[in-house]
Nanobody, 125 residues
Framework: QVQLLESGGGVVQAGDSLRLSCAAS????????MAWFRQAPGKDREWVAS????????YYTDSVKGRFTLSRDGAKNTVDLQMNRLKPEDTATYYC??????????????????WGQGTQVTVSS
C-alpha cells in the first residue's frame, strides 16, 4: 500500500505562485509514476502532470506547460508541483496520485490506484 499526503494549497491572486508537495509513504515509490490531478467544482478530475520514476521524464497538460514544474526527491519520497503565473482557471482541488511503473504514462484518473486527500488551490482575479 502507498499513502500519499498533499500540502501547500492556499488562496492567492492571479499571477502569484504556489508550491504543492506530496509525500509518499508505505512502500518504496522511487520507480512509481507520480502524478498531479485537479478537480474544479462541477468538472471531471483532470490530469495535470506526471513524473516517471523509471525514466525521470516529466509530462504536462498543455494548459500548464511553461508555468508548472514537477520536481521529485527520491530520498525524501516526495514530488512537488511548483505553480507559477497562476490563473483563476487553475482554481481546483489538487490531488497527488501514484501507480506502479508501466510502459506508458497514464493520464486517466482510474489508472491510478493510490490517491492523496487533496489540497485546495484558489486563485482570485
Amino acid at each position: 500500500q502507498v499513502q500519499l499526503l498533499e500540502s501547500g494549497g492556499g488562496v492567492v491572486q492571479a499571477g502569484d505562485s504556489l508550491r504543492l508537495s506530496c509525500a509518499a509513504s508505505g512502500r518504496a515509490t522511487d520507480t512509481y509514476t507520480m502524478a498531479w490531478f485537479r478537480q474544479a467544482p462541477g468538472k471531471d478530475r483532470e490530469w495535470v502532470a506526471s513524473s516517471s520514476g523509471r525514466t525521470g521524464l516529466k509530462y504536462y497538460t498543455d494548459s500548464v506547460k511553461g508555468r508548472f514544474t514537477l520536481s521529485r526527491d527520491g530520498a525524501k519520497n516526495t514530488v512537488d508541483l511548483q505553480m507559477n503565473r497562476l490563473k483563476p482557471e487553475d482554481t481546483a482541488t489538487y490531488y497527488c496520485a501514484a501507480t506502479a511503473p508501466g510502459f506508458r504514462i497514464p493520464k486517466l484518473s482510474n489508472e491510478y490506484p493510490y490517491w492523496g486527500q487533496g489540497t485546495q488551490v484558489t486563485v482570485s482575479s
